[in-house]
């Protein structure tokens, strides 16, 4: 009995412990099974490489935006000094305005001489009576000139206001007056800020007769060869106050004739116009003064060199030592034309030059400053023809 109460006390008990194992595992599962499932966490690997790259390259442009910065400011400095500098210069240029208003009076009065300006007078040496010549190139062009005679204190005795061409060329005329003194002079031609001077001497008759009127009689036309309808002009020297007579022959024997005066300072200028139309071919002219003849020969639109006559003439019939002669002329095509410059002791100075296609031709003799005074003969040849013309070579 007790055993089977036993047993079956086991068996309860038993059953007990297995009941209770089985609760307990029950239990644990099911608060297994009540447990929330563990939070995942995403992956953000490939977000902050890209904020990294952003952020560099923010911080790349951050630099070079310091750099900028840096470079505006050097610039600012730099704009700072040239701000300075030019206030400084500012100053000095109102300094020298205001210093400028008193130097102006003087330098209206003091003209500076520029090379472009050149000033040449007919001769250099004047009669009371006579006209000075005066020839200017280098004025600025088609505007007001002043010309001007100074006596040797400075003193402005005569004066002319003209007006310059379009190539800046200037010619006037001064007519001078007896109540001048004999003496030294200047004429000065004055273009806007330009000056040249050039002087001369007005000088009694008698003085003026010593070297003009030795009873040299010269007689050139101003080229060798003219168009039909050009005007023809003959000049030269010969005694003050003579008459003087050309006679100008065409080809035909038509014969056209004029007269004129030897001027003061002893040269004289005649012009020959024929009836149109000109006779084309080889002319003569004859000029007579006291008794003696000078022959010219001239060719008038021939254009054929096999007609050509041998001519020579010179640029003019007085000169003055250091000046240079030229004689022109026309000759056979081609050739060879020898040019002979004589003394009055006889002393001889040679040069020589071909003639062109249209046989025309130019010599040149230099007249140095040792050269004798008085009377020269100039001999040009070529081929078998010869012409002498006659100078006057004073000091």
Same mark, same amino acid.
């Given at each position: 009995?007790?055993?089977?109460?036993?047993?079956?006390?086991?068996?309860?008990?038993?059953?007990?412990?297995?009941?209770?194992?089985?609760?307990?595992?029950?239990?644990?599962?099911?608060?297994?099974?009540?447990?929330?499932?563990?939070?995942?966490?995403?992956?953000?690997?490939?977000?902050?490489?890209?904020?990294?790259?952003?952020?560099?390259?923010?911080?790349?442009?951050?630099?070079?935006?310091? #750099?900028?910065?840096?470079?505006?400011?050097?610039?600012?400095?730099?704009?700072?000094?040239?701000?300075?500098?030019?206030?400084?210069?500012?100053?000095?240029?109102?300094?020298?305005?205001?210093?400028?208003?008193?130097?102006?009076?003087?330098?209206?009065?003091?003209?500076?001489?520029?090379?472009?300006?050149?000033?040449?007078?007919?001769?250099?040496?004047?009669?009371?009576?006579?006209?000075?010549?005066?020839?200017?190139? @280098?004025?600025?062009?088609?505007?007001?000139?002043?010309?001007?005679?100074?006596?040797?204190?400075?003193?402005?005795?005569?004066?002319?206001?003209?007006?310059?061409?379009?190539?800046?060329?200037?010619?006037?005329?001064?007519?001078?007056?007896?109540?001048?003194?004999?003496?030294?002079?200047?004429?000065?031609?004055?273009?806007?800020?330009?000056?040249?001077?050039?002087?001369?001497?007005?000088?009694?008759?008698?003085?003026?007769?010593?070297?003009?009127?030795?009873?040299?009689?010269?007689?050139?036309?101003?080229?060798?060869?003219?168009?039909?309808?050009?005007?023809?002009?003959?000049?030269?020297?010969?005694?003050?106050?003579?008459?003087?007579?050309?006679?100008?022959?065409?080809?035909?024997?038509?014969?056209?004739?004029?007269?004129?005066?030897?001027?003061?300072?002893? #040269?004289?200028?005649?012009?020959?116009?024929?009836?149109?139309?000109?006779?084309?071919?080889?002319?003569?002219?004859?000029?007579?003064?006291? @008794?003696?003849?000078?022959?010219?020969?001239? #060719?008038?639109?021939?254009?054929?060199?096999?007609?050509?006559?041998?001519?020579?003439?010179?640029?003019?019939?007085?000169?003055?030592?250091?000046?240079?002669?030229?004689?022109?002329?026309? @000759?056979?095509?081609?050739?060879?034309?020898?040019?002979?410059?004589?003394?009055?002791?006889?002393?001889?100075?040679?040069?020589?030059?071909?003639?062109?296609?249209?046989?025309?031709? #130019?010599?040149?003799?230099?007249?140095?400053?040792?050269?004798?005074?008085?009377?020269?003969?100039?001999?040009?040849?070529?081929?078998?023809?010869?012409?002498?013309?006659?100078?006057?070579?004073?000091?």
């Amino acid at each position: 009995m007790i055993r089977d109460y036993a047993v079956i006390t086991l068996g309860v008990l038993t059953l007990l412990a297995t009941s209770a194992a089985v609760y307990g595992i029950l239990t644990i599962n099911t608060q297994i099974q009540a447990k929330p499932e563990q939070v995942k966490i995403p992956d953000y690997t490939t977000e902050l490489d890209s904020l990294k790259t952003q952020v560099d390259s923010i911080n790349s442009q951050v630099n070079s935006i310091n #750099s900028q910065i840096n470079t505006m400011s050097t610039n600012l400095a730099v704009l700072d000094t040239l701000k300075n500098n030019v206030a400084d210069i500012n100053g000095k240029l109102t300094n020298l305005a205001t210093n400028s208003t008193t130097i102006q009076p003087a330098a209206l009065t003091t003209y500076p001489t520029y090379a472009s300006l050149a000033v040449v007078l007919d001769k250099s040496n004047y009669l009371q009576t006579d006209a000075i010549q005066v020839t200017a190139i @280098g004025a600025n062009p088609q505007k007001t000139v002043d010309v001007e005679l100074l006596d040797n204190t400075g003193f402005v005795v005569l004066h002319k206001t003209i007006w310059s061409d379009s190539t800046g060329r200037v010619s006037y005329s001064m007519q001078l007056s007896t109540a001048l003194p004999l003496g030294n002079y200047q004429v000065k031609v004055i273009s806007d800020q330009q000056a040249i001077s050039q002087s001369l001497s007005i000088v009694a008759p008698s003085s003026t007769t010593t070297t003009t009127t030795s009873g040299v009689f010269t007689a050139q036309t101003d080229k060798a060869v003219y168009n039909t309808g050009d005007l023809i002009q003959v000049s030269g020297s010969g005694q003050v106050g003579s008459s003087i007579t050309g006679v100008l022959t065409s080809p035909s024997g038509k014969t056209y004739s004029t007269t004129t005066t030897i001027q003061s300072d002893g #040269s004289y200028a005649m012009f020959f116009s024929p009836v149109q139309p000109y006779e084309t071919g080889n002319w003569g002219i004859v000029v007579t003064n006291l @008794g003696q003849s000078k022959s010219l020969d001239i #060719s008038i639109g021939t254009g054929s060199s096999s007609t050509v006559t041998f001519t020579a003439q010179a640029d003019k019939s007085i000169y003055q030592r250091g000046d240079l002669m030229q004689v022109t002329g026309t @000759g056979q095509p081609s050739t060879t034309v020898t040019g002979v410059l004589t003394s009055p002791s006889g002393l001889t100075h040679t040069t020589t030059t071909t003639t062109n296609s249209d046989g025309t031709y #130019s010599l040149y003799f230099s007249i140095g400053q040792s050269y004798e005074t008085g009377n020269w003969a100039v001999t040009i040849s070529n081929l078998s023809q010869s012409k002498t013309l006659s100078i006057y070579i004073q000091s």
